[in-house]
DNA sequence: ATGGTTGGTAGCCAA
């Protein structure tokens, strides 16, 4: 069972590009995050016929997740409880039947929290964060296989980025934000591409700007986060790092875990 | 180097 996340910066826009890794990498499950579309407006038919269904939780203009399944989908869910009025399409839950049981996944696009003097903005990221963390402690009482996938937005440690020096006052670095994400692992999740290496270099994102890949002047913010029962199955975890190169990029690259 | 680039939009904003 192959799973990935990908913050793909505009399905319309990247459209070849998603094609081509689909063929390409055949994931059994794909997490998508800022389609930066309406429902109606995501190239369903595309990627219907390469054999996938299709779950989507879009938005105009930005935001905007989706879930790409080879598996049929039992159940759906949109949208992180805990904030009524939370309008922001950012998370979307598939769940599936396997040999194994039950398993659950997420597409998620934390907020990025920039500027931190913002509370529009940096206090929404760490209010999305508790939520995020209160919602998953209730689905681990389930005692489900279930994998938290996505753009998270946060740097965990100093080795996931190239100028970690660079990121100070940045909000995918501060103590707040990191500390945030270090309760939500203390659950219980296993961090899938920290869990198969301390090296640095397991970068999924470079800026588009100042040369950013040339230099491989990356950081390490599109995680996938395991249960307990997940871990159980898991087989490994990579970086599809060559998808950067290609023509007309994304500025993220694919994160994967195999699970059995 | 307070710059630089991209996508979606028609608000230059979000990243």
Wanted: with cysteine.
């Amino acid at each position: 069972m192959k799973i990935a996340t990908w913050n793909i910066n505009g399905v319309k826009a990247r459209i070849d590009n998603l094609v081509h890794w689909l063929n390409d990498s055949q994931p059994d499950i794909a997490c998508l995050q800022e389609i930066k579309t309406v429902d109606e407006g995501f190239p369903r038919a595309e990627i219907e016929a390469l054999g996938y269904h299709v779950e989507t939780h879009g938005q105009k203009g930005f935001n905007g997740v989706a879930i790409l399944s080879k598996l049929r989908f039992d159940e759906v869910n949109r949208g992180l409880p805990g904030d009524d009025e939370d309008e922001q399409a950012r998370f979307i839950e598939g769940v599936f039947s396997t040999p194994h049981g039950a398993l659950r996944v997420v597409s998620l696009y934390l907020p990025n929290g920039n500027p931190i003097t913002e509370d529009r903005k940096y206090g929404y990221k760490l209010r999305w964060m508790d939520r995020l963390q209160r919602w998953a402690a209730e689905r681990l009482e389930l005692e489900e296989a279930l994998v938290l996938a996505g753009d998270y937005n946060v740097i965990p440690q100093p080795i996931d980025a190239r100028r970690p020096e660079e990121w100070v006052n940045d909000a995918l670095f501060q103590p707040e934000t990191r500390g945030a994400l270090r309760k939500l692992e203390y659950l219980g999740f296993t961090d899938a591409i920290r869990a198969v290496t301390d090296a640095g270099d397991t970068f999924t994102f470079w800026d588009y700007q100042a040369g950013a890949w040339q230099k491989n002047n990356g950081i390490r913010i599109d995680h996938l986060l395991l249960s307990p029962e997940a871990a159980n199955l898991f087989e490994s975890a990579s970086i599809e790092k060559h998808v950067r190169a290609w023509e007309k990029p994304s500025d993220h690259v694919p994160a994967v875990a195999m699970l059995r």
